[in-house]
């Protein structure tokens, strides 16, 4: 069975940091592009930022340019996004995705974790 497993969310200030984990379980996932989205309440799941499978290209969403940055080890199969300059809008259930394709689309994924609660405080 394919698992994703997040982990490192929390409570932070606003202006704080946070570097959320994702790790994979099986070595196909070493070809899979890699993905984080977040959903907060009432809203839609919305793209973050996506890695290719060599780590070299990576994608984000406006709204953290600058800010997030996702990295890949593929030799333990996990993901990363570390999260700096945190504003209560990054508040929300960020999920890590993985694809053969990749994009910044939900549907170009075909395994997902359970996500990891970020709450960003004022």
């Known amino acids: 069975q394919v698992q994703l497993v997040e982990s490192g969310g929390g409570l932070v200030q606003a202006g704080g940091s946070l570097k959320l984990s994702c790790a994979a379980s099986?070595?196909?996932?070493?070809?899979?592009?890699r993905a984080w989205f977040r959903q907060a309440p009432g809203k839609e799941r919305e793209f973050v930022a996506t890695?290719?499978?060599?780590?070299?290209?990576?994608t984000y969403a406006d709204s953290v340019k600058g800010r997030f940055t996702i990295s890949r080890d593929n030799a333990i199969y996990t993901v990363y996004l570390q999260m700096n300059s945190l504003n209560p809008e990054d508040t929300a259930r960020y999920y890590c995705?993985?694809?053969?394709?990749?994009?910044?689309?939900?549907?170009?994924?075909?395994?997902w974790g359970q996500g990891t609660q970020v709450t960003v405080s004022s």
């Open positions: 099986g070595r196909t996932f070493n070809t899979y592009a």
């Open positions: 995705a993985a694809g053969s394709v990749g994009g910044p689309r939900a549907n170009q994924y075909s395994a």
């Open positions: 890695i290719d499978w060599s780590g070299r290209s990576t």
